[in-house]
């Protein structure tokens, strides 16, 4: 049993600076587009899986609002799928679905599903009572308390639900590409000690993963305005 | 339907690796069975064990006395946001790129993977104490210290075994890229799939997950045995399912 | 108030302006409960008046309230508004014909006080410069200046602004029947007696059919024009005006309920405006002594009253002000306590009281004083025939 892998060498043997194994500004300026594309894959897969178990879970926290019984098995389910280390997730999925996109992208929404679940009903169930009691009052009928009372007061807690989401699948998607689906993983694997690539790869994917919870941030002040109205006298 | 067989067969077979010893497909060696899995087992917990305790030992005491004098919120809160940015094998390839292969070294890392959700959860445990529970308790005449050790540790146990709930299961997880830097642990298979074969790496997986959820589970258990009686009637029922109780915003999830 | 803003826009139910409200044997029954939460109730509400439910807590005027707009479900009998019974119709669509406060107000927080008001109006679809329109007339009802407040948003405004809000919402469509839940209760007692006055002054102008909760005895005496008592199960002690119930209390509950100090209850039937002022010596700063003098030769109170340019006072004057040729501003004390001309009797008492003053200068919704009143006024009044006494909204 060897501790590694045979690994794919990415340096050049005749520089110094990479001989030894240091941090080389220079290699990283003339070999950075390799990770162009793995940045990419990264983002491609991110993006997606956010997507999907968004628009999944939602979906899911808007039904359990109404009916209430589901709550708790579809938050057991969740929670198991959120338990599964994502790795044993991709080999487990390998039978089913093969190498590729598609078997990360699965693994990945199924990660999601608890985080924003959980956060879109928190978000909907702690809208004050006498809130929607005058919206009911009003005759706004449930479809429209819903849609124009409910949702919007629970959007600072399901952007909340989707920054975490964001920035753990960017994580996670790093292991992607023991899925056969690339990413900055499989850069940082291709040559595992080799100080100034482990150092690009990681800090790409800490970047993106700032940059997507900056810009969900920037989006949940855009939409919820009144968050920000200070109390006057 | 053939395929359903299909995969079901390298479940089987992935289930038949776990219990017997067969012939490595890279030939010499004998893989798999009981023996085998149950060394590689022993030496993830291990793993994992070793870098929750330390973990623990640095970030509850350090979250408690953030949480009691009340500074320090910045530090304790984001540290969960910036911890989930950096990608588990970014930290280990940092490790090993960096510092080196071996257990200590990695159990290193593993201690800096698992410290944010409980550093996190110890001090939001301890800023979630009712304010008026406290200021009795001054009034009653306890110090600083017996406050913490006889109100706002008890009063902060649920919270704080939730983050060691999310630190454990992230920690079972990235011990499986442990073979990466040296450490045999379950996900050896996974990662050197040519001495292990397909099955292997399958069964390796099944282990893995099986093994994520019962930690999940367990820590779930302790988290309820040492919730307060009070505190439970006091929260619902589904609070208890999470690792987090459902209305604090500022803890981690 | 026009017709033309009127709740039915287009549709199935000609209300009129005002509606009537019935209540036919209603009874509130509760699943698993032995006592019903409201039993066998039944009182007409006229069109334009005040009703004001009012009991101990538990007694179910909430309850009995909630069934009119079919928040709560009618067990046993029958609501009829305008002859209609309320069971007819879609809860949604009986709703939106249906102004509805409540205590906490319930403004929603993600829209500006210019969205909260237009709920309504924008599920009945009215068009964007009507509803504007509406909005800025329903502010300035309500006291609140439209270009300050229109794009506020509710964390921005204060108690009290936020209940005017409330108001203004309830009035949207002009509906012809108001529901109120305690709907001052989570203001401060000073503002509070601000908003009920306010709120008379409204019903004065736009009269219409309004159900009023209240757990206070005081505030069901000063606001309505007729009172349901309920006792504990939702059974109905006395319907009567207020005048009325204060004297010939149907049996003992009520007449615990409306408390001994009957009398000074009758106080809160009154107002300033109902009652004759003493005629107020009234100089501004640079008039000739001679004339300030002449006016405080047949005034009842022994001092001249400085007022400004728009005849707000300023002050009591003192001898000093007199010495010269013209009124200089010279004042022996402030002109505490103000009264306001639509304060009831019961109010001004106490302001005089807690001042310490015999007398004090009454002004308008302006602000410019109209009279003096005193305690002598009062004593007056406290002795006056109970057959003159009006009831709430009519005495304004």
């Known amino acids: ?233 | 339907m053939n395929t359903t067989i299909a995969f079901l067969g390298q479940f089987g077979d992935a289930i038949e690796f776990i219990f017997n010893e067969r012939e490595s497909p890279a030939g010499g060696a004998q893989v798999g069975g009981l023996g085998e899995f149950w060394e590689l087992t022993w030496e993830h917990l291990k793993l994992s064990a070793a870098a929750m305790a330390i973990a623990c030992a640095l970030s509850i005491p350090l979250g408690l006395w953030l949480g009691h004098i009340g500074k320090g919120a910045f530090l304790a809160i984001n540290a969960s946001n910036v911890g989930r940015a950096v990608p588990s094998l970014a930290l280990i390839a940092f490790f090993v790129a960096y510092i080196g292969v071996g257990f200590e070294n990695l159990t290193l890392a593993l201690v800096l993977l698992a410290i944010p959700p409980i550093l996190t959860n110890a001090y939001t445990g301890v800023r979630q104490v009712e304010r008026d529970t406290v200021d009795a308790a001054r009034g009653m005449g306890m110090t600083g210290a017996q406050i913490v050790r006889r109100v706002e540790l008890p009063l902060s146990l649920p919270l704080i075994f939730g983050g060691i709930r999310i630190s454990g299961v992230n920690v079972v997880a990235t011990a499986t890229i442990a073979p990466l830097a040296g450490v045999i642990t379950l996900g050896d298979p996974i990662i050197n799939v040519n001495t292990y074969g397909d099955e292997g790496r399958l069964a390796a997986a099944i282990v893995v997950a099986l093994l994520a959820v019962a930690t999940e589970v367990v820590l779930g258990l302790v988290q309820r045995a040492v919730t307060p009686r009070g505190l439970k009637l006091e929260a619902g029922g589904s609070a208890r399912r999470l690792a987090i109780p459902i209305k604090r915003k500022e803890a981690t999830t | 108030m026009n017709s033309s803003d009127s709740a039915h826009t287009t549709g199935p139910s000609p209300l009129s302006d005002a509606a009537t409200l019935e209540f036919r044997s209603v009874m509130k029954r509760y699943p698993g409960q032995r006592e019903p939460a409201v039993e066998n109730l039944s009182f007409t509400v006229p069109a334009g008046e005040i009703c004001v439910l009012v009991g101990p807590s538990g007694c179910g005027k909430t309850t009995a309230m909630r069934m009119v707009n079919r928040m709560i479900d009618i067990t046993e009998g029958d609501i009829l508004l305008d002859g209609r019974s309320v069971k007819e119709r879609r809860p949604a669509e009986l709703r939106r014909e249906i102004g509805y406060a409540i205590q906490q107000i319930g403004l929603f927080p993600h829209l500006t006080v210019s969205d909260n008001i237009a709920t309504v109006p924008r599920l009945l679809g009215w068009d964007r410069q009507r509803i504007r329109a509406r909005v800025d007339e329903l502010l300035e009802l309500v006291s609140l200046d439209p270009h300050e407040t229109r794009e506020r948003y509710p964390a921005q405004l204060s108690g009290g602004q936020r209940q005017r809000v409330g108001v203004a919402r309830a009035l949207a469509v002009d509906p012809p029947l108001m529901l109120m839940d305690e709907p001052f209760g989570a203001i401060d007692p000073i503002n509070r007696e601000r908003l009920q006055n306010e709120f008379l002054r409204l019903q004065r102008e736009i009269r219409k059919t309004v159900v009023f909760v209240t757990h206070d005895i005081d505030e069901a005496i000063k606001m309505g024009d007729r009172i349901a008592i309920l006792r504990k199960g939702g059974k109905l002690a006395q319907y009567a005006p207020p005048a009325e119930l204060l004297m010939y209390p149907a049996n003992p509950f009520v007449e615990d309920f409306v408390g001994a100090d009957r009398a000074l209850k009758r106080l809160a039937l009154q107002r300033v405006r109902d009652v004759d002022l003493w005629k107020a010596p009234l100089v501004r700063v640079g008039e000739p002594v001679a004339e300030a003098r002449a006016k405080l030769g047949d005034a009842e109170v022994p001092y001249p009253l400085l007022v400004d340019d728009q005849g707000k006072p300023l002050g009591w004057l003192s001898e000093r002000a007199l010495a010269g040729e013209r009124v200089e501003a010279e004042l022996r004390s402030n002109p505490k306590p103000v009264l306001d001309i639509d304060d009831v009797l019961r109010d001004a008492l106490a302001d005089l009281l807690s001042e310490e003053a015999q007398y004090g200068p009454v002004v308008d919704h302006r602000g410019a004083v109209t009279g003096v009143l005193s305690i002598e006024i009062l004593s007056h009044a406290l002795r006056t025939d109970p057959e003159e006494v009006p009831s709430g909204a009519d005495a304004l």
């Not at chain 1, 790795?87 to 999925?93: P, V």
């Not at chain 1, 699965?106 to 809208?127: E, K, Q, W």
């Not at chain 1, 629970?154 to 994580?171: F, Y």
């Not at chain 1, 100034?196 to 810009?215: E, F, P, Y």
């Open chain 1, 1 to 233: 049993m060897s501790p590694l892998l045979a690994q794919v060498e990415i340096r050049e043997r005749d520089d110094t600076c990479v001989a030894d194994n240091g941090f080389c500004p220079d290699w990283i300026a003339d070999n950075f587009d390799r990770y162009v594309d793995p940045f990419f894959q990264h983002v491609l897969l991110t993006v997606v899986a956010m997507g999907i178990g968004f628009a999944i879970s939602f979906t899911l926290a808007l039904v359990a609002y109404r009916r209430r019984w589901l709550i708790n098995p579809v938050t057991q389910v969740t929670g198991v799928l959120y338990t599964i280390p994502s790795i044993a997730a991709f080999f487990l999925l390998l039978p089913i679905t093969g190498r590729g996109f598609l078997t990360a992208t699965i693994a990945l929404v199924s990660y999601v599903l608890l985080i924003i679940f959980r956060n879109v009903l928190t978000g909907l169930d702690n809208v004050p009572a006498d809130i929607k009691d005058a919206g009911r009052g009003m005759g706004l009928t449930d479809r429209q308390l819903l849609w124009r009372v409910e949702v919007p007061l629970a959007l600072p807690e399901i952007m909340a639900g989707l920054r975490i989401a964001a920035t753990t699948t960017v994580g996670l998607a790093t292991l992607a590409f023991f899925a056969g689906a690339g990413g900055l993983g499989e850069q940082i694997f291709a040559d595992i000690t080799f100080k100034s690539n482990v150092v690009v790869a990681g800090v790409l994917a800490v970047l993106l993963a700032a940059a997507l919870d900056g810009l969900i941030l920037l989006a949940q002040r855009a939409v919820t305005p009144w968050t920000r109205a200070v109390s006057a006298a």
